[in-house]
């Protein structure tokens, strides 16, 4: 029988984990940088904790079992929900706003396609307890600095507000499951099925027409204006567009400009409330989204008090994706900084204690540990990415010394025992 790998996942070799690892901590450093603090979830969760999130239907997505004691649980799908609990079980009474990320994986049972996996990964954060849109618009922020720094290009932060199409309908008297809807048509983009919806709903022929309007535009600060002359007789609309462009002023005052307004960006879930952002990758066809926001209350609906939360996650997977395609992954990294090769078999005792001393000095370090002849430890050394081998002879040894080879210049050096590790730590540092 040959064995195979699950369908829908995959195995990352040595090449695609250093460039993984990069980009994770990379991404890690900057939530870091704004105060974030990193939590873990279990990779099951109770089924009702999604069930009560999503709706019944989401158990035709997820991969859930019962376990031995009779218990619905579930492989996590997202991260939201999980974080959400870990609050209520854990950090009702610390002190606000509690900024905090995560990084791990989830599971959805769908069909394998380009960008879409059984498996993949989140790296993400949630902000409970802060004021929008201050915190939407550090998040935006932070979220933006991350590529910057991962020198992304051709991305796209799409941002609106969902209090400005649930006042128009709020107005209108629609209810919540109706609303619910409505918004999953938007969020489909399905212009079509929405204008039958809106007709069946008998909304007013205006709120219909401005509905439609508003979801098709996209802009920059100028929109403003614009939106605020469709829904002047929307007074509950008009209150989340001044929240939209305070939003805008904060961006700013943050440094970050580079954003498209879009009102058509939406959330089929009554929770999500206010400010929603989407990020795009152009090239990556239609796994282009490779990033989603908001603002919500889902602590709430758990059976918490009511407190507002902001957060995103990065589909991991499709930042990969889009940083290979750009060609803008850094190159892959040798495996060490330095071999260590013993000329003979007698002085493989030497080139143990040597490599544990370059190790406890914090420089990556490899040693010869299948016996083989000088000639091929050399081209094993290469072939691992070695910036230097530490050459072990019998004669320098009784002098008390070992010679260090460039493999880069293929220069060769005599140096002290007790000069090796500080002679390499300046030379590693100084190539990079």
Request: aromatic share 8%.
């Amino acid at each position: 029988m040959e064995l195979q790998k699950p369908r829908g996942t995959r195995d990352f070799l040595f090449d695609d984990m250093k460039k993984r690892k990069l980009v994770e901590n990379t991404m890690r450093r900057v939530f870091e940088t704004y105060g974030y603090q990193e939590i873990k979830t279990p990779i099951f969760e109770d089924l009702s904790l999604f069930t009560l999130k999503s709706g019944e239907g989401i158990i035709e997505e997820i991969y859930n079992f019962q376990d031995k004691g009779g218990r619905d649980l579930a492989l996590r799908p997202e991260l939201t929900a999980p974080v959400a609990r870990l609050y209520l079980n854990n950090l009702q009474k610390a002190p606000r706003p509690i900024k905090m990320y995560y990084f791990g994986s989830c599971f959805r049972y769908e069909r394998p396609q380009a960008g879409r996996f059984r498996q993949f990964w989140q790296l993400g954060c949630e902000l409970i307890g802060g004021k929008s849109p201050d915190s939407e618009a550090e998040i935006i922020a932070m979220a933006a600095q991350c590529l910057g720094e991962l020198e992304l290009e051709d991305y796209q932060i799409h941002l609106g507000n969902l209090g400005i199409l649930r006042g128009i309908l709020n107005q209108d008297s629609v209810s919540a499951d109706e609303q619910d809807q409505i918004m999953a048509l938007i969020d489909k983009g399905d212009a079509e099925e929405l204008e039958k919806l809106l007709e069946d709903l008998k909304l007013p022929a205006e709120s219909r027409n401005i509905l439609m309007e508003l979801i098709g535009m996209q802009g920059h600060q100028e929109i403003i204006s614009t939106v605020e002359k469709i829904i002047s007789t929307y007074p509950n609309a008009l209150d989340s567009l001044k929240e939209l462009e305070t939003l805008l002023k904060m961006l700013e005052a943050f440094g970050f400009s580079d954003y498209v307004v879009d009102l058509g960006i939406a959330r089929g879930l009554d929770y999500y409330t206010g400010t929603v952002f989407e990020i795009y990758v152009e090239g990556l066809g239609a796994q282009k989204q490779i990033s989603g926001g908001g603002t919500y209350n889902l602590i709430e609906l758990f059976g918490g008090e009511k407190v507002e939360s902001t957060g995103f996650a990065f589909g991991f997977d499709r930042v990969m994706e889009a940083l290979k395609i750009q060609g803008t992954t850094a190159p892959s990294e040798g495996r060490v900084d330095v071999f260590v090769a013993p000329i003979s078999s007698e002085m493989k005792l030497n080139a143990f204690k040597i490599t544990q001393e370059l190790r406890n000095s914090g420089i990556s370090t490899d040693v010869e540990l299948a016996d083989r002849k000088f000639k091929k430890i050399l081209s094993f050394a290469s072939k691992s990415g070695a910036k230097y081998v530490v050459l072990v002879g019998a004669r320098e040894m009784e002098e008390g010394k070992v010679t260090i080879k460039d493999m880069e210049s293929g220069d060769q050096e005599q140096v002290s025992l007790e000069m090796v590790s500080k002679v390499l730590v300046d030379r590693i540092n100084v190539k990079e």
